[in-house]
């Protein structure tokens, strides 16, 4: 089993920065993929960024450019660095994580609320 513990949300202005922090506890050593989901009030649950152990991360396209997905080298943290933040951005963000050679994700975190005033 794996817990997923994220940390870093909060209320910010329109273009100003955030970064969230998931820290990953328990059989660490079965994951494979970690990212970020969010989800706003009355729209679908989106991927915002996705990255692997190995090889290169992912990005929704609302938020190429202005997010920057990173894991620490022991893989057990996972970070968010969202700038230039627009008040779409406002979500609740949550971290995420798949097994070796799972197509979904296993692993969910609690969440992390991320408002964007303007």
């Known amino acids: 089993q794996v817990q997923l513990v994220e940390s870093g949300g909060g209320l910010v202005q329109a273009g100003e920065s955030l970064n969230l922090s998931c820290s990953a506890s328990g059989n660490i050593y079965s994951i494979n993929v970690m990212g970020w989901y969010r989800q706003a009030p009355g729209k679908e649950r989106e991927l915002v960024a996705s990255?692997?152990?190995?090889?290169?991360?992912t990005y929704a396209d609302s938020v190429k450019g202005r997010f920057t997905i990173s894991r620490d080298k022991a893989e057990t943290t996972v970070q968010l660095q969202m700038n230039s933040l627009r008040p779409e951005d406002t979500a609740v963000y949550t971290c995420?994580?798949?097994?070796?050679?799972?197509?979904?994700?296993?692993?969910w975190g609690q969440g992390t609320q991320v408002t964007v005033s303007y």
């Open positions: 995420v994580a798949a097994g070796w050679g799972r197509e979904g994700f296993d692993y």
């Open positions: 990255t692997p152990r190995v090889g290169t991360p």
